[in-house]
């Protein structure tokens, strides 16, 4: 595409087209409603980018197949719904342990169980969090437009491959389906990261080493068929990736595996600040609800109420910090619509304490929130 050429794109196509952007090399997957489009668009286009695709007999063998790629030096990527993401969790967890880069992408819809697999929701974001067993930590990122689903899956490749973990990209069904009209960004314009390779010769290299890479706790990642041998495995381990049960060398490198992302949240937790200079009551709403919460946010400021908005781009880790800003500004309340029963507005309370007030709204069968329901919710609230 010639630069700066406006195109009618879907959420889902600008997933692709962001994934092959940012180097992706390798896709394994399976079909499911509401994510298909991401399979079919990668099985024309990643052979052609020089690429491989294929179609895998389940999702459980998606994500295996591609923590096999990544170790083999591809960038890779998996993409499927809510009863598939379930079957993922646990070679995600695999790779959360084996610190293997890879992109899980989840187009959201009314579980549990097979659902509603056309309808929109947001059930899932607990699960990208705490699906896995064990203690870890997760990076997800949630877009709420065409382009954003283009440019964050950029930034999730980035991540993973910058920090050695895998990164879930969080989108519903809304923004999956939505067609706009976007310019995406040029090859020129755009920041694409490559995971850190050794530094040492082959007979020194330790897979999972304290401190041999640029960014702490993140060691640098050989790949399988570059002369480095290496031992990945799902058992507790230590710097030379073979299984331990010694507890001192266990909870050394379960603290790294954690830390590398919860030391970094700064640079990782992202926001959308909409309209909170002086906000006196806020919205804090991601993916396609906060379009809902943008035109709200717009309708409340014509008739006279101080209304502003927050939108988490990263979901995981949680962006308190931002939170904490909000709260400093002791609006009359913070309202959270989400498609589900209640999962972000937990956590919202947990930092808001009982300082400020927090409202949930919420919808569960498909349906979006509308700006008149939370202009509705503002107006009760003020």
């Keep these: 595409m010639a630069k700066n050429q406006a195109r009618l794109l879907q959420g889902n196509e600008a997933v692709v087209e962001g994934a092959i952007a940012a180097g992706l090399r390798f896709f394994a997957g399976y079909p499911i409603t509401p994510s298909t ?5 990668c099985a024309a286009k990643l052979p052609v980018a020089g690429g491989k695709f ?15 790629a990544s170790l083999a030096g591809l960038k890779s990527m ?15 967890g695999f790779a959360v342990k084996g610190e293997i880069p890879c992109v899980v992408v989840n187009v959201q819809r009314v579980g549990p169980s097979t659902g509603m697999p056309t309808s929109t929701a947001q059930g899932d974001v ?57 310019i995406l960004p040029s090859k020129e314009e755009l920041v694409v990261k490559d995971r850190e390779k050794p530094n040492v010769p082959p007979e020194q290299y ?10 702490p706790g993140v060691p640098p990642l050989a790949a399988y068929g570059e002369g480095f ?25 379960l603290r790294r595996l954690n830390e590398k992302i919860s030391s970094n949240k700064k640079a990782l937790c992202k926001v959308e600040k909409f309209f909170l200079e002086d906000a006196e ?68 309370k947990s930092v808001m304490g009982d300082s400020v007030p927090v409202i949930p709204i919420n919808k569960l069968a498909g349906q979006l929130i509308t700006p008149e329901e939370i202009l509705s919710a503002m107006k009760e609230a003020v």
Aim: aromatic share 6%.
């Design 126 to 182: 607990m699960q990208a969090r705490w699906g896995s067993h064990g203690d870890h930590e997760i990076v997800a990122l949630c877009p709420a437009s065409v382009k954003e689903a283009f440019t964050l899956t950029v930034e999730a490749f980035n991540i993973a491959e910058e920090y050695r973990t895998p990164v879930v990209l969080l989108l519903d069904e809304t923004i999956g389906h939505l067609r706009e009209k976007v």
């Design 54 to 68: 294929i179609q895998m007999e389940d999702e459980i063998a998606s994500m295996a197949a591609i923590c096999g």
């Design 206 to 215: 330790k897979p999972f080493a304290m401190d041999q890479g640029r960014i």
């Design 37 to 41: 489009e991401i399979a079919e668009h």
């Design 281 to 348: 009551v806020v919205i804090f709403a991601y993916g396609a609800t906060a379009r809902s919460a943008r035109k709200a946010v717009r309708d409340a400021r014509a008739v006279g109420i101080k209304a502003g908005m927050l939108r988490p781009i990263t979901i995981w880790p949680f962006v308190e910090d931002a939170l904490l800003e909000v709260k400093a500004g002791r609006p009359k309340a913070v309202i959270v619509p989400e498609m589900n029963l209640g999962q972000l507005v937990l956590p919202v």
């Design 229 to 253: 041998k290496f031992h990945v495995t799902g058992l507790t381990h230590g710097e030379d990736g073979f299984p331990t049960g010694n507890p001192a060398i266990a909870e050394k490198q």
């Design 78 to 92: 998996t993409a499927t719904s809510g009863p598939g993401f379930s079957l993922k969790q646990e070679n995600l």
